[in-house]
């Protein structure tokens, strides 16, 4: 799968894995919902209101500790020709200010669930360094 239909895949997908490591380099993976920048070079995600045990989550001790972090989106359907997954590698960083205003506005943009409860944050910008796919059946 070539970079631009990679991104593009990226930019669609409705959830990802987000991994994170801590300074040991103990992996950390969950579910996540972001956006991606038009160019696919930044992808965005915050703490939002759903249920958790504590806004202290791992994932952000994790990206103070060691801010390189993977991405990955896919689709599984029974008809294995179909397959697909992307994987995006960058650096994390907390975003406050203007870049945050610009995160919530992609986030609300792709999830109308957060058009009704916006995400407090804090707010992530991922800035993708490289990007990865493959797919069992090349785009027509």
Same mark, same amino acid.
């Given at each position: 799968? /070539?970079?631009?239909?990679a991104?593009r895949? +990226?930019?669609?997908?409705?959830?990802?894995?987000?991994?994170?490591? /801590? %300074?040991?380099?103990?992996?950390? &993976?969950?579910?996540? &919902?972001?956006?991606?920048?038009? /160019? #696919?070079?930044?992808? =965005?995600?915050?703490?939002d /209101?759903? *249920?958790? !045990?504590?806004?202290?989550?791992? !994932?952000?001790?994790? @990206?103070?500790?060691? *801010?390189?972090?993977? %991405?990955l989106? $896919?689709?599984?359907?029974? $008809?294995? #020709? %179909?397959?697909?997954?992307? !994987?995006?590698?960058?650096?994390?960083?907390? &975003?406050?200010?203007d870049?945050?205003?610009?995160?919530?506005e +992609?986030? &609300?943009?792709?999830?109308?669930? =957060?058009?009704?409860?916006?995400?407090?944050? *804090?707010?992530?910008? @991922?800035d993708?360094?490289?990007?990865? #796919?493959?797919?069992a059946?090349e785009?027509?």
């Amino acid at each position: 799968m /070539d970079p631009e239909e990679a991104l593009r895949r +990226l930019a669609g997908a409705r959830v990802g894995r987000l991994a994170t490591a /801590d %300074v040991s380099g103990r992996p950390h &993976v969950v579910p996540f &919902v972001f956006a991606v920048e038009e /160019d #696919g070079r930044r992808a =965005y995600w915050a703490v939002d /209101d759903k *249920p958790k !045990r504590s806004r202290n989550l791992r !994932r952000l001790a994790n @990206i103070a500790a060691n *801010p390189r972090v993977e %991405v990955l989106v $896919d689709h599984y359907e029974e $008809d294995w #020709g %179909v397959l697909w997954w992307v !994987r995006a590698s960058g650096i994390a960083r907390t &975003v406050e200010g203007d870049e945050a205003a610009r995160a919530l506005e +992609l986030l &609300v943009a792709k999830y109308p669930q =957060y058009a009704e409860r916006p995400p407090a944050g *804090p707010f992530v910008a @991922i800035d993708v360094e490289r990007v990865a #796919g493959w797919s069992a059946r090349e785009p027509t």
